[in-house]
């Protein structure tokens, strides 16, 4: 039989030192990926456990009526009855209800993909950044009977 000439030689060495970094590769992009999703999922019970602690903290007969104080004073300081108190013309909020219970009871969807879109971006600007700091691996070439590290 006919001895395995260097090409071959060298291209057996070349495989058998790119099936790690090929495994190596994959595990970080799993570990990735499932970072991605345990942030997901972080984002989304947070934002679920602030809707419903504002919504029973909110929606109670005690926090309407102070929501009616804070309207009633800042009327009373915007200069529509009266002289303006204080260095700056307030506005007087529109809404009956307060803003926070407004926004996590009727704009909850709005705000929740709103998080997740931002949570996202940062999250694929993290993995960027650090796939330019990571360094590669272990590349070999395989150069007859060296090896030679990148």
């Not at 999250?123 to 070999?140: E, K």
């Given at each position: 039989?006919?001895?395995?000439?260097?090409?071959?030689?060298?291209?057996?060495?070349a495989?058998?030192?790119?099936?790690?970094?090929?495994?190596?590769?994959?595990?970080?992009?799993?570990?990735?990926?499932?970072?991605?999703?345990?942030?997901?999922?972080?984002?989304?019970?947070?934002l679920?456990?602030?809707?419903?602690?504002?919504?029973?903290?909110?929606?109670?007969?005690?926090?309407?009526?102070?929501?009616?104080?804070?309207?009633?004073?800042?009327?009373?300081?915007?200069?529509?009855?009266?002289?303006?108190?204080?260095?700056?013309?307030?506005?007087?909020?529109?809404?009956?209800?307060?803003?926070?219970?407004v926004?996590?009871?009727?704009?909850?969807?709005?705000?929740?993909v709103?998080?997740?879109?931002?949570?996202?971006?940062?999250?694929?600007?993290?993995?960027?950044?650090?796939?330019?700091?990571?360094?590669?691996?272990?590349?070999?070439?395989?150069?007859?009977?060296?090896?030679?590290?990148?």
């Amino acid at each position: 039989m006919d001895s395995p000439s260097a090409f071959d030689k060298r291209s057996d060495q070349a495989t058998r030192s790119a099936a790690p970094r090929y495994f190596t590769m994959r595990l970080r992009y799993w570990i990735w990926l499932i970072s991605y999703a345990a942030i997901v999922a972080l984002v989304v019970l947070l934002l679920l456990h602030l809707r419903n602690s504002t919504i029973m903290t909110l929606n109670t007969p005690q926090a309407q009526q102070e929501w009616d104080q804070w309207r009633t004073a800042a009327r009373e300081r915007s200069g529509d009855e009266g002289p303006v108190q204080g260095p700056v013309k307030r506005k007087v909020p529109r809404t009956s209800e307060p803003p926070a219970l407004v926004l996590m009871r009727d704009y909850f969807a709005v705000t929740l993909v709103g998080a997740l879109f931002f949570s996202t971006m940062l999250f694929l600007f993290t993995v960027f950044v650090s796939h330019g700091i990571m360094p590669a691996g272990d590349s070999r070439i395989a150069e007859g009977d060296d090896i030679i590290k990148r």
